[in-house]
């Protein structure tokens, strides 16, 4: 049972709040309040340049989780609210879960998960992430593994899809060992705001469409048991066949992300 919450926050206001380079936070899971953030500094991960470690792309190549988009979204956040060791605490409070909640029903937050078979043979959400989307720009909230390298992968997945659907910027908000490691770099906000300014427009392609292009034609994309019913939007038809022509075609969907990932831009 939640504790009691105030209004979620307007999708508009949330909107306006991530076009002006802030975004919401709480002090505490129970906080009915939010503060407003601005860092001095901002993480974000060039699309061109993430990093991926040998062991990352062999997890990758080998399918180890089957990966969707926005099948879980409410899940996914409340994974990434739950206490962990070095975090007991969270930012995420009720009232933050059910902003999102909101933002996601109205097309502008999204959540990448990773799926793993259960003891009993079902599907089991093992890892993932979400965050905000707007323009051709993407802001990543948090992440959350409940085995090794659930994240990574759910995030290797994301540039991949970024990439392909036309986006221009990844913000990851603040610095860690774990995001410098994969290649996020540290600029100033005014910096950051001047992408966000440029990275206008609208994408040629949903999140949903890019996973399809990476998905489809490959019998790992049910092996959990997850169907890819209602993923499809209709917009980038004929886009992955363009974005693979000329190169040996990958046997899987993690072959396919990394072969993607790895490609000159």
């Known amino acids: 049972m939640h504790a009691p919450t105030r209004s979620p926050i307007p999708v508009e206001t949330l909107l306006l709040a991530y076009r002006s380079g802030i975004f919401p936070m709480a002090d505490h899971r129970e906080d009915a309040e939010v503060f407003w953030v601005e860092p001095r500094e901002r993480a974000i991960i060039p699309l061109d340049g993430l990093r991926l470690s040998k062991s990352l792309r062999k997890v990758l190549r080998a399918d180890r989780f089957t990966v ?16 962990r060791p070095d975090h007991p605490e969270t930012w995420i409070s009720e009232r ?16 990448v998960e990773c799926w793993a078979a259960g003891g009993d ?3 089991e959400l093992i890892g993932g992430l979400y965050g905000v989307s707007f323009d051709r720009v993407f802001c990543g909230e948090s992440m959350f593994s409940r085995v090794p390298d659930a994240s990574k992968v759910a995030l290797a997945w994301l540039v991949a899809m970024l990439r392909t659907a036309g986006f221009a910027l990844l913000d990851c908000q603040f610095m860690t060992d774990h995001l410098r490691s994969m ?14 300014e440029r990275a ?17 034609n490959y019998a ?7 169907s890819d019913a209602g993923v499809a939007d209709g917009r980038g038809a004929g886009l992955a ?20 990932l790895t490609q000159t831009s």
């Not at 790992?220 to 997850?226: D, F, K, N, R």
Request: glycine share 10%; aromatic share 6%.
């Open 220 to 226: 790992s994309g049910s092996e959990a048991g997850v």
């Open 241 to 260: 066949a363009g974005s693979r022509a000329g190169a040996a075609e990958p046997s899987s969907p993690g072959k396919a992300i990394v072969q993607s």
């Open 121 to 123: 043979g079902a599907p």
């Open 96 to 111: 933050i879960v059910q902003s999102y909640i909101a933002l996601h029903r109205a097309g502008h937050a999204h959540s």
């Open 183 to 196: 290649g996020a770099v540290e600029l100033a906000q005014a910096d950051y705001r001047v992408l966000v």
């Open 200 to 216: 206008n427009g609208q994408p040629h392609a949903s999140l949903g469409t890019a996973w399809r292009m990476f998905s489809e």
């Open 68 to 83: 969707t988009v926005d099948r879980a979204f409410e899940a996914v956040i409340r994974a990434c609210a739950e206490p």
